[in-house]
Protein backbone atom coordinates (compact mmCIF):
# COMPACT_ATOMS: atom_id res chain seq x y z
CA UNK A 1 0.00 0.00 0.00
CA UNK A 2 0.85 3.44 -0.47
CA UNK A 3 1.57 5.98 2.29
CA UNK A 4 2.84 9.32 2.84
CA UNK A 5 4.12 10.44 6.34
CA UNK A 6 4.31 14.03 7.22
CA UNK A 7 5.18 13.97 10.86
CA UNK A 8 5.34 17.92 11.39
CA UNK A 9 1.85 18.95 12.05
CA UNK A 10 2.87 22.40 12.92
CA UNK A 11 6.29 24.65 12.33
CA UNK A 12 6.81 28.08 13.52
CA UNK A 13 9.43 30.16 12.89
CA UNK A 14 10.48 33.88 12.69
CA UNK A 15 11.46 35.23 9.45
CA UNK A 16 14.30 34.92 7.40
CA UNK A 17 14.82 30.87 9.19
CA UNK A 18 15.38 28.69 7.33
CA UNK A 19 13.03 25.73 7.66
CA UNK A 20 12.59 22.32 6.44
CA UNK A 21 9.55 20.10 6.08
CA UNK A 22 9.60 16.40 6.13
CA UNK A 23 8.08 13.72 4.21
CA UNK A 24 8.43 9.90 4.16
CA UNK A 25 6.69 8.02 2.16
CA UNK A 26 5.73 4.19 1.67
CA UNK A 27 5.80 2.12 -1.70
CA UNK A 28 5.75 -1.11 -3.39
CA UNK A 29 6.38 0.57 -6.83
CA UNK A 30 9.68 0.74 -8.22
CA UNK A 31 8.38 3.98 -10.39
CA UNK A 32 6.37 6.65 -9.14
CA UNK A 33 6.45 10.49 -8.41
CA UNK A 34 6.69 12.79 -5.38
CA UNK A 35 5.42 16.14 -5.55
CA UNK A 36 5.32 19.31 -3.23
CA UNK A 37 1.88 20.94 -2.96
CA UNK A 38 1.27 24.90 -0.87
CA UNK A 39 -2.07 25.20 0.14
CA UNK A 40 -2.60 28.99 0.94
CA UNK A 41 -5.21 29.91 3.20
CA UNK A 42 -7.16 30.95 -0.03
CA UNK A 43 -7.35 27.02 -0.18
CA UNK A 44 -6.02 26.58 -3.76
CA UNK A 45 -3.74 23.88 -3.35
CA UNK A 46 -0.52 25.31 -5.92
CA UNK A 47 1.71 23.08 -7.75
CA UNK A 48 5.67 23.15 -6.18
CA UNK A 49 7.77 20.30 -7.65
CA UNK A 50 7.53 17.07 -9.12
CA UNK A 51 10.46 14.70 -9.10
CA UNK A 52 10.18 10.86 -10.58
CA UNK A 53 11.72 7.74 -8.85
CA UNK A 54 14.72 7.58 -11.14
CA UNK A 55 16.03 10.87 -10.30
CA UNK A 56 17.62 11.65 -7.17
CA UNK A 57 19.13 14.98 -8.05
CA UNK A 58 18.35 17.55 -5.63
CA UNK A 59 16.36 21.04 -6.90
CA UNK A 60 16.58 24.29 -6.13
CA UNK A 61 14.22 27.04 -7.56
CA UNK A 62 14.97 30.48 -5.55
CA UNK A 63 14.64 29.90 -1.96
CA UNK A 64 13.20 26.62 -2.26
CA UNK A 65 14.92 23.26 -2.71
CA UNK A 66 14.19 19.55 -2.33
CA UNK A 67 16.35 16.82 -1.04
CA UNK A 68 15.35 13.31 -2.52
CA UNK A 69 16.55 10.24 -0.76
CA UNK A 70 15.21 6.82 -2.03
CA UNK A 71 17.20 5.11 0.49
CA UNK A 72 15.40 6.69 3.39
CA UNK A 73 12.46 7.34 1.35
CA UNK A 74 12.07 10.55 2.17
CA UNK A 75 11.58 13.71 0.29
CA UNK A 76 12.40 16.83 2.27
CA UNK A 77 11.60 20.63 1.24
CA UNK A 78 13.64 23.30 2.66
CA UNK A 79 12.90 27.03 2.21
CA UNK A 80 15.77 28.97 2.71
CA UNK A 81 15.35 32.88 4.51
CA UNK A 82 11.52 32.08 4.99
CA UNK A 83 9.30 34.63 4.69
CA UNK A 84 5.56 35.60 5.85
CA UNK A 85 4.23 35.14 2.32
CA UNK A 86 5.56 31.37 2.51
CA UNK A 87 2.96 31.04 5.73
CA UNK A 88 0.79 27.63 4.69
CA UNK A 89 -0.03 24.20 4.28
CA UNK A 90 2.70 21.86 2.57
CA UNK A 91 1.64 18.76 1.64
CA UNK A 92 4.03 16.00 -0.06
CA UNK A 93 2.28 13.41 -2.17
CA UNK A 94 2.89 10.54 -3.99
CA UNK A 95 1.70 8.85 -7.42
CA UNK A 96 1.72 5.44 -9.25
CA UNK A 97 2.74 5.12 -12.58
CA UNK A 98 1.23 1.79 -13.50
CA UNK A 99 -0.67 2.88 -16.47
CA UNK A 100 1.88 5.15 -17.68
CA UNK A 101 0.24 8.40 -16.59
CA UNK A 102 -0.19 9.32 -13.19
CA UNK A 103 -3.54 8.82 -12.13
CA UNK A 104 -3.87 8.64 -8.43
CA UNK A 105 -2.08 10.92 -5.86
CA UNK A 106 -1.74 10.01 -2.27
CA UNK A 107 -1.23 12.74 -0.34
CA UNK A 108 0.18 13.81 3.27
CA UNK A 109 -1.64 14.97 6.19
CA UNK A 110 0.27 18.24 5.67
CA UNK A 111 2.17 20.62 7.31
CA UNK A 112 0.97 23.70 8.44
CA UNK A 113 3.49 26.39 8.49
CA UNK A 114 3.92 29.65 10.18
CA UNK A 115 6.45 32.30 9.57
CA UNK A 116 6.65 35.14 12.18
CA UNK A 117 7.27 38.67 11.44
CA UNK B 1 -4.65 30.69 -19.10
CA UNK B 2 -7.79 30.31 -16.79
CA UNK B 3 -7.13 27.99 -13.86
CA UNK B 4 -9.81 25.71 -12.55
CA UNK B 5 -12.93 26.84 -11.44
CA UNK B 6 -15.09 25.91 -8.70
CA UNK B 7 -18.60 26.95 -7.04
CA UNK B 8 -20.05 27.87 -4.78
CA UNK B 9 -16.85 28.61 -3.03
CA UNK B 10 -19.13 28.09 0.71
CA UNK B 11 -22.52 25.77 1.43
CA UNK B 12 -24.11 26.03 4.40
CA UNK B 13 -26.87 23.51 4.71
CA UNK B 14 -28.82 20.85 6.88
CA UNK B 15 -28.51 17.48 7.06
CA UNK B 16 -30.73 15.69 4.73
CA UNK B 17 -30.80 18.33 2.05
CA UNK B 18 -29.09 17.68 -1.13
CA UNK B 19 -26.52 19.96 -2.74
CA UNK B 20 -24.27 20.06 -5.53
CA UNK B 21 -20.78 21.34 -6.70
CA UNK B 22 -19.81 22.51 -10.11
CA UNK B 23 -16.37 22.30 -11.93
CA UNK B 24 -14.92 23.91 -14.89
CA UNK B 25 -11.15 22.18 -15.44
CA UNK B 26 -8.45 23.84 -17.48
CA UNK B 27 -9.14 24.37 -21.06
CA UNK B 28 -8.09 20.69 -23.04
CA UNK B 29 -7.35 18.93 -20.04
CA UNK B 30 -9.30 15.57 -20.26
CA UNK B 31 -9.00 14.34 -16.89
CA UNK B 32 -10.70 15.35 -14.27
CA UNK B 33 -10.43 14.69 -10.23
CA UNK B 34 -12.87 15.17 -7.13
CA UNK B 35 -11.48 15.35 -3.88
CA UNK B 36 -12.86 15.78 -0.63
CA UNK B 37 -10.06 17.05 2.52
CA UNK B 38 -11.43 17.15 5.96
CA UNK B 39 -10.01 19.34 7.99
CA UNK B 40 -6.54 18.91 8.91
CA UNK B 41 -5.91 16.40 6.43
CA UNK B 42 -4.61 15.84 2.98
CA UNK B 43 -7.22 15.61 0.05
CA UNK B 44 -8.69 12.03 -0.59
CA UNK B 45 -9.97 10.90 -4.04
CA UNK B 46 -13.34 10.18 -4.53
CA UNK B 47 -13.84 10.28 -8.39
CA UNK B 48 -11.61 10.15 -11.78
CA UNK B 49 -12.23 10.86 -15.10
CA UNK B 50 -10.79 10.49 -18.36
CA UNK B 51 -13.14 12.82 -20.60
CA UNK B 52 -16.45 11.78 -19.88
CA UNK B 53 -15.55 8.01 -18.54
CA UNK B 54 -15.12 7.25 -14.60
CA UNK B 55 -12.18 5.54 -14.34
CA UNK B 56 -11.72 5.27 -10.39
CA UNK B 57 -14.79 5.98 -8.05
CA UNK B 58 -13.71 3.49 -5.88
CA UNK B 59 -13.99 5.99 -2.89
CA UNK B 60 -17.04 7.66 -4.02
CA UNK B 61 -20.11 6.73 -1.47
CA UNK B 62 -22.01 5.91 -4.27
CA UNK B 63 -25.35 5.69 -1.75
CA UNK B 64 -25.23 9.10 -1.15
CA UNK B 65 -22.72 10.73 -3.63
CA UNK B 66 -23.14 11.04 -7.72
CA UNK B 67 -20.90 12.40 -10.01
CA UNK B 68 -21.24 13.19 -13.88
CA UNK B 69 -19.44 14.61 -16.40
CA UNK B 70 -21.30 14.35 -19.06
CA UNK B 71 -19.69 16.57 -21.99
CA UNK B 72 -16.25 15.06 -21.10
CA UNK B 73 -15.70 19.09 -19.91
CA UNK B 74 -17.71 20.39 -16.97
CA UNK B 75 -18.59 18.10 -13.95
CA UNK B 76 -21.35 18.30 -10.86
CA UNK B 77 -20.81 16.80 -7.61
CA UNK B 78 -24.22 15.44 -5.56
CA UNK B 79 -24.70 14.76 -2.15
CA UNK B 80 -28.38 13.83 -1.38
CA UNK B 81 -28.57 13.56 1.34
CA UNK B 82 -26.01 15.02 3.23
CA UNK B 83 -24.92 13.79 6.17
CA UNK B 84 -22.71 15.96 9.27
CA UNK B 85 -19.79 13.97 8.30
CA UNK B 86 -20.09 15.11 4.71
CA UNK B 87 -18.42 18.32 5.98
CA UNK B 88 -15.29 19.33 4.19
CA UNK B 89 -14.01 20.87 1.64
CA UNK B 90 -14.69 19.53 -1.98
CA UNK B 91 -11.56 20.07 -4.42
CA UNK B 92 -11.95 19.51 -8.23
CA UNK B 93 -8.26 19.30 -9.78
CA UNK B 94 -7.24 18.77 -13.55
CA UNK B 95 -4.72 17.23 -15.36
CA UNK B 96 -3.80 17.63 -19.13
CA UNK B 97 -2.85 14.91 -21.72
CA UNK B 98 -1.09 11.78 -21.38
CA UNK B 99 2.91 12.60 -19.90
CA UNK B 100 1.80 15.17 -18.17
CA UNK B 101 1.34 14.72 -14.10
CA UNK B 102 0.62 17.61 -12.59
CA UNK B 103 -2.64 17.92 -11.15
CA UNK B 104 -4.29 21.60 -10.91
CA UNK B 105 -6.19 22.39 -8.50
CA UNK B 106 -9.19 24.82 -8.08
CA UNK B 107 -10.51 26.70 -4.82
CA UNK B 108 -12.48 24.16 -3.84
CA UNK B 109 -16.19 24.18 -1.95
CA UNK B 110 -16.38 24.41 1.67
CA UNK B 111 -19.36 23.11 2.69
CA UNK B 112 -20.77 22.98 6.11
CA UNK B 113 -23.42 20.47 6.87
CA UNK B 114 -25.59 21.41 10.06
Known amino acids: AQKVTQAQTEISVVEKEDVTLDCVYETRDTTYYLFWYKQPPSGELVFLIR??????QNEISGRYSWNFQKSTSSFNFTITASQVVDSAVYFC??????????????FGSGTRLSIRP | EAGVVQSPRYKIIEKKQPVAFWCNPI?????LYWYRQNLGQGPELLIRYENEEAVDDSQLPKDRFSAERLKGVDSTLKIQPAELGDSAVYLCASKGQMGSYEQYFGPGTRLTVT
Open chain 1, 51 to 56: RNSFDE
Open chain 1, 93 to 106: ALSELRYSSASKII
Open chain 2, 27 to 31: SGHNT
